[in-house]
T-cell receptor, first 113, second 111 residues
Framework: DVKVTQSSRYLVKRTGEKVFLECVQD?????MFWYRQDPGLGLRLIYF???????EKGDIPEGYSVSREKKERFSLILESASTNQTSMYLC????????????FGEGSRLTVL | GQNIDQPTEMTATEGAIVQINCTYQ??????LFWYQQHAGEAPTFLSY????GLEEKGRFSSFLSRSKGYSYLLLKELQMKDSASYLC????????????FGDGTTLTVKP
């Protein structure tokens, strides 16, 4: 069974803290994505990666960075968390050459105080 | 750029049929997804349309018209468990095949 695992379901951080959100997939997928989901705004793409060490900005990359050192792991980094980054963060993966169906993790709900 | 529109909320009765529409304007279109998302859970895949026409999968069907930039998701014989958000998403013809999502339609099924 396919699985995308996000390290933390719930996090509470303070403004200015550095935050790491980890995502691991066990399906050998080339492509991985980070979205945030906010009420009334849907899912918005932050960053994505189509190969190890490769990354591309999505629609809302400001305030975020990512790391893809291994194929199975894609990390989202908030260098200095701000209250407007309070959100649900969803990681997803998909193989190259297929329909592009996204397999999502359970999500990480981040609250920045 | 891309613009994806779908209704914010819909309400229907158990056993009925409901159609959720999605219109899009986008460059580099490769196909259109529908996902279902129950409250507090991750989205799950329902359908993917690349060519014009209707794709049927059990109680759920999805339709695409590429020339009109239009899709719909049809849910038949509604059940209470179909209460969820339904997300329309456009797949782009890029390296990673990234997807852009609409804001989602929250469907409430009433007895």
């Amino acid at each position: 069974d396919v699985k995308v695992t996000q390290s933390s379901r719930y996090l509470v951080k303070r403004t200015g803290e550095k935050v790491f959100l980890e995502c691991v997939q066990d399906m050998d997928h080339e492509n991985m994505f980070w979205y945030r989901q906010d009420p009334g705004l849907g899912l918005r793409l932050i960053y994505f990666s189509y190969d190890v060490k490769m990354k591309e900005k999505g629609d809302i990359p400001e305030g975020y960075s990512v790391s893809r050192e291994k194929k199975e792991r894609f990390s989202l980094i908030l260098e200095s968390a701000s209250t407007n980054q309070t959100s649900m963060y969803l990681c997803a993966s998909t193989p190259t050459g297929d329909t592009g169906e996204l397999f999502f993790g359970e999500g990480s709900r981040l609250t920045v105080l | 750029g891309q613009n994806i529109d779908q209704p914010t909320e819909m309400t229907a009765t158990e056993g009925a049929i409901v159609q959720i529409n999605c219109t899009y304007q986008t460059s580099g279109f490769n196909g259109l997804f529908w996902y279902q998302q129950h409250a507090g859970e991750a989205p799950t895949f329902l359908s993917y349309n690349v060519l014009d026409g209707l794709e049927e999968k059990g109680r759920f069907s999805s339709f695409l018209s590429r020339s009109k930039g239009y899709s719909y998701l049809l849910l038949k014989e509604l059940q209470m468990k179909d209460s969820a958000s339904y997300l329309c998403a456009v797949r782009h013809n890029t390296n990673a095949g990234k997807s852009t999502f609409g804001d989602g339609t929250t469907l409430t099924v009433k007895p």
